[in-house]
């Protein structure tokens, strides 16, 4: 089976409302269609680079690309797990979660983006929750990192509502004009003081050594 020679297939993680796993092949083909659809107003960029600027079928295709290609290009020292979001069964999202040498610097870093029709539910901080409980409680990490620029009021909302504090400022150029982006940190400590939500990992044993985790360090 799959499973077997890549266990990241099994991973899962579950909230009260919600889904992250690896997608199967027409729920990836969903999620392209979900970004096709539109993930933000026109006239605003929330990502770096600006992937949603290109055409409705390039911006699928796009989507089933970047999430092979980072499959692919994993290795226990540098990884990036992009995570379907489902909820109620259905697919409204992307849950990014990634790392670089996590064994010795202790960082994560998330991204994210949500269908439009799916956004102002409270879906944003329930999936960010579950992929910080993921590195907090199952991978051990000390601080993961999270960004937005400072029009993307909803993600930053979300960062403070979890307990992230800000960490600087980096200044960006997109669609030609100066953007700033805010970084923004949090702790295990503050992560334990502001978690919430409940979440359940499901099968993280066998797929501590593609992330470069040693199992000792896991504690659920």
Not at 12 to 23: A, D, F, K, S
Not at 62 to 70: D, L, M
């Amino acid at each position: 089976m799959l499973v077997d020679h890549f266990p990241l297939v099994g991973l899962r993680l579950t909230t009260p409302r919600l889904e992250l796993r690896l997608p199967a092949s027409e729920e990836l083909a969903a999620l392209a269609d979900l970004a096709a659809d539109g993930i933000h107003d026109p006239a605003v960029m929330p990502f770096v680079a600006a992937w949603t600027d290109r055409p409705p079928a390039e911006v699928a295709r796009g989507v089933i690309q970047h999430h092979w290609a980072q499959l692919g290009a994993m290795t226990p020292r540098k990884w990036e797990l992009d995570l379907t979001v489902f909820c109620d069964g259905v697919v409204v999202g992307q849950q990014s979660i990634g790392a670089r040498e996590l064994a010795i610097t202790g960082e994560v870093s998330t991204g994210s983006w949500l269908g439009r029709r799916f956004q102002g539910q409270g879906i944003g901080t329930e999936m960010r929750a579950a992929v910080l409980h993921l590195a907090f409680a199952g991978l051990g990490a000390a601080e993961a990192v999270s960004s937005a620029f400072e029009d993307n009021t909803a993600s930053l909302v979300v960062s403070r509502k979890l307990g992230y504090e800000p960490d600087g400022i980096i200044r960006q150029v997109i669609r030609g004009a100066l953007a700033v982006e805010h970084r923004q940190r949090i702790t295990r400590v503050a992560w334990q003081q502001h978690r919430t939500t409940p979440v359940t990992i499901h099968g993280l044993d066998p797929c501590l050594p593609l992330l470069g985790v040693e199992e000792s360090t896991v504690d659920v």
